[in-house]
């Protein structure tokens, strides 16, 4: 126990030394014009390369200015609208034509779509004693990093781990769009008998079911589920499959793609990126910030009150003191984001005559009020709309989905996403992305270690 003390001591001591000589003075980034965030001066993103992928429509350039509109989401230059339309319309699972289309860049037709779903059937399987070796004798707290972990694990059982060819990487993504249901819900079942102290229960994969369906039957204890619910997790699936090369996580597999380095290693680091707070896992945030909203108002459907605990949330009175409301706000959508919007209506009538109804009118409110108290409190008068963010967890939750999950599964869909961008990256990029950093740190003499003090 002394020891170990001792040792806390010398990392406190070790980290007064680092703040010691480790500040950067902020007005550096003015100076040398910085584009923290490799974001310009009004909000846009650096551009970084091209894509044939996806594109984020949030705004227009006006005379070189930033003129808000809608938001609208394509892939491949389909709207995301009219792919969810025809699948509602027609009353099928979409989310296996969307992974097509981002892979292909073309629609399939009802030969090629079969086909790709037997494919898909035949890679779902986890190799022989990859379960027992990788996922139950390695547990883990957070269902993230081990997919993650569990990704760079699938290296070491692919014969061909470090081939480049495009079919040698359409093969690997195939696989793992197929495999990531599966690892997330065992991941999910040994986490529980770990950690939670409550059974675990696995059931035999079946053939023939959509990506929302499977996921479904494997999760819950009985494997029984609605139509409704399974087209509304479909719908989830289509809407968080991609958005464009730019976010955070496919912009870390596209880097870590233009070094060279295998399949395996660039997914993995995909993951570790969409699990963080201000990207993927801002879900989490957005369930925390109503429960502090719920904890602190006599009513959470009540317009003045939720609006003064926003209030304490942006002045860094409430919540986690970030002065952030999660769920609003988005680096490239400014009037409103087309996912929030889908969701928003979706929600709405799933939520109605709900215990979620209540719970549906406070994101609701928070949706409409966070923009005119933003302007009253900070003074900023730049559009602001909900994110995908905002309506997702609630829609997860009404699913019966553990809170364990959400994010995990937006990693499960946007496999497709990375999948895409590794492969156009690998095939037309040609260059390592390599960004500059200007070095602020000055000359200094070597001083012989007798003569430090």
Not at 192 to 215: C, D, F, K, Q, V
Not at 352 to 369: D, H, K, Q, S, V
Not at 392 to 409: A, C, N
Request: proline share 4%.
């Amino acid at each position: 126990m002394q020891k170990e003390r001792g040792t806390i001591a010398a990392i406190q001591d070790l980290c007064e030394e680092f703040r010691k000589y480790n500040r950067i003075d902020p007005a550096y980034y003015e100076k040398f014009d910085v584009k923290r965030g490799l974001r310009n001066q009004d909000g846009t993103g650096v551009m970084a390369g091209l894509t044939q992928i996806c594109n984020v429509h949030g705004y227009v350039l006006n005379e070189g200015e930033r003129e808000a509109v809608p938001g609208e989401l394509y892939y491949r230059g389909y709207n995301i609208r009219d792919i969810i339309q025809s699948c509602r319309t027609e009353d099928r699972f979409g989310y296996e034509e969307v992974v097509y289309l981002l892979l292909f860049g073309a629609l399939p037709n009802q030969a090629q779509l079969e086909m790709f779903n037997r494919v898909l059937a035949h890679f779902m399987y986890l190799p022989e004693t990859f379960f027992e070796d990788m996922m139950l004798k390695a547990p883990s707290p957070n269902i993230m990093n081990k997919l993650a972990r569990s990704v760079l694990a699938l290296y070491s059982y692919d014969e061909n781990a470090d081939e480049s060819t495009l079919e040698a990487e359409l093969g690997k993504s195939l696989q793992l769009i197929a495999k990531m249901p599966n690892l997330m819900v065992k991941a999910y079942q040994v986490k529980r008998r770990s950690y939670n102290g409550e059974t675990m229960y696995l059931h035999p994969e079946r053939e023939g079911l959509s990506a929302a369906e499977e996921i479904l039957s494997l999760l819950r204890m009985d494997r029984s589920y609605t139509h409704e619910e399974a087209s509304l997790l479909d719908l989830c699936l289509m809407l968080h499959a991609e958005h464009g090369g730019g976010n955070n996580s496919t912009f870390a597999c596209r880097v870590l793609s233009s070094s060279g380095t295998d399949a395996y290693a660039a997914y993995a680091g995909a993951i570790g990126a969409l699990k963080g707070p201000r990207h993927g896992g801002a879900n989490i945030k957005v369930l925390e910030m109503v429960e502090d909203i719920r904890a602190h108002v006599n009513s959470i459907t009540d317009e003045g009150q939720v609006a003064d605990h926003l209030r304490r949330i942006i002045r860094r009175e409430a919540n986690d003191h970030s002065g952030l409301v999660y769920g609003m706000g988005h680096a490239v959508y400014t009037l409103s984001d087309p996912r929030a919007v889908i969701l928003r209506e979706h929600a709405v009538r799933l939520a109605e005559g709900t215990e979620f109804e209540p719970e549906f009118t406070l994101l609701n409110i928070i949706e409409r009020l966070t923009p005119e108290i933003f302007l009253q409190e900070r003074g900023s008068s730049k559009p602001m709309c909900a994110n995908v963010d905002l309506y997702s967890g609630l829609v997860y939750r009404m699913l019966k989905i553990p809170q364990d999950l959400f994010t995990p599964l937006f990693a499960v869909s946007r496999m497709a996403g990375w999948s895409a961008h590794r492969i156009e990256e690998l095939f037309t990029g040609g260059r390592i992305i390599r960004p500059a950093y200007k070095s602020v740190s000055r000359p200094q003499k070597y001083l012989p270690l007798s003569q430090r003090g």
